[in-house]
């Protein structure tokens, strides 16, 4: 690989990713692969910490794959594979809990929320999910990592882990910079706008997948929850559910809040939410192809997953052996 700066991220396989996926995080991804080299993984085994049928899991890890590259990733860019191909990111993983803290963990938002939501299954596998997040980032001397705001969280976690290992061992991980972006970082529920929109939420009004047919998009825009004054104008405060959706329509068609407001003046709700589901569908419809053509290639699929897995894991090796020798394990003769 050349000299260029290097990106590392990941998303989960389950299921069909979100209109927050894509804004918060993979749209970024396909603006940033020419400027930089990529690698962009799907994490299956972070999937694991919620139980999953494991036809439904093999099914989505491909599915994926295929969305990435359908929004744009090149596979002949950037790096792309599956995390359970490399095993170095479960070996980095093991390592780095040894050098977290309990308290760390404890911490983390997304813990607290995986857990009140899941009672039943409180796993450790929960609990440490940021630790394996770290060692993917870690292992390939990333310089910055693109994700949605929910994120940022497990980052500056993944930074202090660096951190901290370096302080003992001299320099041995980069430490790794967020990305996220200015609009669109967090994509809020379509029918309670003060929450995330969440590919796990049960009620599918409340998120748009990028694999939803038009009419399905109009419909969710259409119900989406707003607010009785009636004027399209950004106060996310007072108006969450029309300012999320404004923040939806800037990203998808780069017009600024300022100009949506004029745009709508003295108009109704119902023009502004069916302009927005216009645009998505709009946005939608190349990346549904490319995303039919992609599923029913899958040799080709599996095939770039084959070569991003052999090249991902010669980098991965390097960073893991070069831990292995600092930490005082010995080297296999
Ligand atoms: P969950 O079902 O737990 O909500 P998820 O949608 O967060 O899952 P992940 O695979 O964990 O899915 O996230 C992938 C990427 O999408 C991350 O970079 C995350 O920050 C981003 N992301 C997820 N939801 C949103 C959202 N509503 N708005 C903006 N970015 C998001
Ligand atoms: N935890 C992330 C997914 C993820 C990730 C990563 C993102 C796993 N490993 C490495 C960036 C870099 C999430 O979105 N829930």
Redesign the pocket.
């Known amino acids: 690989m050349s000299e260029r700066k290097r990106i590392f991220?990941?998303?989960?396989p389950?299921?069909a990713?979100?209109?927050?996926?894509y804004?918060?995080?993979?749209k970024n991804w396909a603006q940033l692969q020419d400027e930089y080299d990529s690698i962009f993984c799907v994490?299956d085994l972070?999937a694991l910490t919620i139980r999953r049928e494991p036809a439904r899991l093999r099914a989505d890890s491909l599915s994926l794959l295929a969305q990435y590259i359908a929004c744009g990733i090149d596979p002949e860019k950037n790096i792309l594979f599956l995390q359970s191909h490399v095993s170095a990111h479960a070996e980095l993983s093991w390592i780095l809990n040894c050098y977290t803290y309990m308290g760390e963990l404890g911490r983390m938002t997304?813990f607290k929320e995986?857990s009140a939501r899941h009672q039943d299954n409180i796993n450790a596998g929960l609990f440490t999910y940021p630790v394996l997040m770290a060692a993917d980032i870690l292992l390939y001397q990333t310089d910055l990592v693109?994700?949605?705001?929910?994120?940022k969280q497990h980052l500056e976690l993944a930074r202090d882990i660096a951190e901290r290992f370096n302080g003992i061992y001299g320099d041995v991980f980069k430490v790794p910079e967020p990305y996220i972006p200015k609009v669109?970082?967090?994509?809020?529920?379509l029918q309670e706008p003060t929450s995330?929109?969440?590919?796990?939420?049960e009620n599918e009004n409340a998120y748009i997948t990028l694999l939803d047919p038009p009419d399905a998009v109009i419909r969710k825009f259409k119900r989406a929850v707003t607010d009785s004054e009636a004027s399209v104008r950004f106060d996310q405060e007072n108006k969450p559910g029309i300012s999320n959706l404004m923040t939806i329509y800037s990203s998808v068609t780069g017009k600024t809040y300022d100009e949506i407001e004029r745009e709508f003046e003295g108009k109704g709700y119902g023009d502004f939410k069916l302009a927005v589901g216009e645009a998505v569908v709009e946005a939608l419809k190349p990346v549904q192809g490319r995303y039919n053509e992609l599923m029913s290639s899958r040799d080709y699929l599996t095939e770039i997953a084959r070569k991003g897995a052999e090249t991902a894991e010669y980098l991965a090796n390097k960073t893991l052996r070069k831990v292995y020798k600092k930490i005082g394990l010995v080297p296999r003769p």
């Open positions: 991220s990941g998303m989960q389950t299921g990713l979100t209109l927050g996926n804004l918060g995080a993979l994490v972070h997304q995986k693109p994700v949605g705001g929910d994120q669109g970082a967090r994509i809020m529920s995330k929109m969440s590919k796990s939420d």
